[in-house]
């Protein structure tokens, strides 16, 4: 399962807001993922303000400038709604999906253009690292997450033994996609894949998501009625889109449907089958909180860096309050999301497997700590840098149109932070003589402007 972001900015309030009650208001649900991830070609879901769906759409053009996202081309499109589906039959023929399921699907649909907004939308403003981790691990979000452990114990026995995936990491995915199934997202799954399968930028690839969709009510797995999600068509407590269900999808309470809405056993075995078939390693945790020593060389702080604990060791890296390592030889890279003013972080494997659940290195962390915090961990030890301003969105893509004009390679500029950016950063840094340690600070992109 993938996601891409569209509107960090919304989902920073609603998660914020959500933080500030204990019971989440109806309708006000959304998909976590896409406060963090990139639009990875192989993604789909998203925000999701599913609201009461009253909101309509502005009207307006999308903030892509993509010829199919102007209003001209979107009204376009909408008119030649039906048509356009109609023209999908040959293709869910060919998949099995009989004539009658496909028709009661699509007669009478309509396109909900407000997703049109949703798809493209540009916040002006982006949160943090640690605002992200304030936000999904909480107080609140641990002590439901003991809870609902506690109450599906013997699923989870069951899983573990099955899959050989960590209950905690399985419970955190639920407590982060849906805070344990309580914000899903009340759209039709057939209507929104429908609607960004005919219209807007990403025909292609939502275009499958739909006929995948149809899939899964053809062969009955989940409820019609019950196949509702993010705008972007995730659905169930751990928020699968249709191509991810048909990867990775169980039936584990053997009713013959792998319903991963409504059953809690194909719930939480679908999503560990997932993180199994995407390589995690049994027994292995996903990473340790380290400190870095001052003189560090954080040109080492490197995704393709990876070196053995014991390597790391011999570097000066350790745990807080001199805690062991329980393994010198794991191979690990070492992740300073905040710089030099902030905690590190040593990945292991798993880190990387949940990276495939959702491409965004602060959603992974936030699935690992809350993980850790499930298990009866600690709380993360070392202070985050709060008093740094955090980049807008423009000024983030600003610093990586900065970065590529001075020939640094930052992919695409997307106005999202990884790896690749600030691996540029880093160089750029050490080229200026200033400590590399790829944190894009609001006093970095100065400097970038000024040469
Ligand atoms: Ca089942």
Redo the contacts with the bound molecule.
Sequence with gaps: MATFASSIGFLSAVALAATACAVPALGQSFDIRSLFSAPAPSSGAAAAPTGTGTQEWSGESGASNHPLMTAQAIRAAAANFQNCLAGLWPQAMRRGIPRAVFDANVAGLEPDLRIMDLLDAQPEFTKSFWDYLDILVNEDRVQNGRAMLAKHRATFDAVEKAYGVDRHVIAAIWGVESNYGTQIGERSVIRSTATLACLGRRQDYFREEFLSALEILARGDVKPEHLKGSWAGAFGPTQFMPTSFKRYAV?????????VVD?I??VVASTANNLKKDGWVSGQTWGYEVVVPTGFDFLLADRSRVLTVREWERLGIRRPGGKAFPRGDDRTYLLVPAGAQGPGFLMLQNFRVIMKYNPAEAYALAIGYLADRLRGGDAFVQAWPRHERVLTRAERYELQQHLAARGYDVGEPDGRLGGKTRSALRHFQSSVGEVPDGFASAAVLERLRGR
Excluded: E
């Design positions: 039936d584990f309470d053997g009713d013959g449907r792998r319903d059953s056993p194909d």
